[in-house]
């Protein structure tokens, strides 16, 4: 058995994160997902506990003061955080965690020495962006521009990542990373407790 | 498109590489695999060209001269070599060229400072690895004793490698290369040039 990890996916805003991540686990039964808190409002479709864990700034602020979060940060004027427990738990197991956030998180979850491996989800164009966004509908047009505002810095943080996958059409994105997550498994460093078996066996 | 790149793949003795490379061309059209030289005799079935350029010694080290290859070295008694000329050509051209070499010519390969992925195909027990020596027979009982041998030091050298691919199930192991590679080529260090061109498309 490999070592467990974390796999953590960023992308701008509209990167088509919420399909893609229905997608993966309806594939990969061993990968769990790390629900995360926001004091945000949740949009129609998203439930409690399975989108988010949707809660109050008082309550998410008591749980900052507990240090129950690995990261947590303000995005779009809303707090967002990761829990400690699920994450460490399971990576103890060996299992590997899905994590959804954005790019100031992703660079906490990597300061914080958790394994992990980080992925950003790119969209094809800038165009393509914009398209993807004014589809969505949920947001205004203020709430749009700011996201592409948004998208545009985000997307300075590349650098932090160690794969980039290109959104061009989902079927292919999801199996870059489903690839990505299987080839992670063989690495090297996530094996020495097995290899070192076979190698002490032989002599 | 991202860069080129090479996929160094080894195994001790009866790790079944060559069944897998077969599978794995069936596959990828897009991956050349590079045709080493040898002075070894041919086995029955292989064919020049293809699984190996057959020479002479007297050949052999008229190329060594040359320079005409990455790395070179002497295994059972026979030179095998890895022509220059071909793996530079294809890393130019963004392709991924697979490399079928020992312990001792991947390391040359990774001093050599081309850009490589290195995997190391083990066997699932020492039990196993026995067995599917015995099973192949185009080899006498010493010829067997000193490639079990030989494996027990190759097995040393795995910290050389990125990744360990468990040869238990032949279909899953070329899985897990097949991944590997798909993997590899959304590497960000491989990309860099399309999300600089995204970026600076932005601002």
Chains 1, 2 share one sequence.
Not at 18 to 33: A, G, N, Q, S
């Amino acid at each position: 058995m490999s070592k467990g990890f974390l796999v953590v996916i960023s992308s701008p805003s509209g990167g088509g994160k919420t399909t893609l991540k229905e997608e993966i686990f309806k594939y990969e039964r061993d990968i769990c997902y790390s629900v995360s808190y926001t004091t945000r409002l949740p949009r129609q479709e998203e439930v409690q506990g399975k989108d988010y864990y949707f809660v109050s700034r008082e309550e998410f602020l008591q749980l900052v003061k507990e240090k129950k979060f690995v990261e947590w940060a303000e995005v779009h004027g809303n707090f967002y955080g990761t829990p400690r427990d699920f994450i460490e738990e399971n990576i103890n197991k060996g299992r590997i965690i899905l994590l959804d956030i954005d790019v100031q998180g992703a660079r906490k979850i990597k300061e914080c020495g958790l394994s992990a491996v980080f992925i950003f989800l790119v969209p094809p164009s800038w165009e393509e962006l914009e398209r993807r966004l004014m589809k969505r509908k949920t947001e205004n047009e203020l709430e749009i521009k700011k996201r592409l505002e948004r998208a545009k810095e985000e997307l300075k943080f590349y650098r932090d990542y160690d794969y980039l996958v290109v959104n061009r059409l989902i079927a292919e994105a999801i199996q870059d990373i489903r690839c990505i997550i299987r080839a992670e498994k063989c690495r090297r460093s996530r094996n020495e407790k097995w290899i070192k078996q076979l190698i002490s066996g032989l002599s």
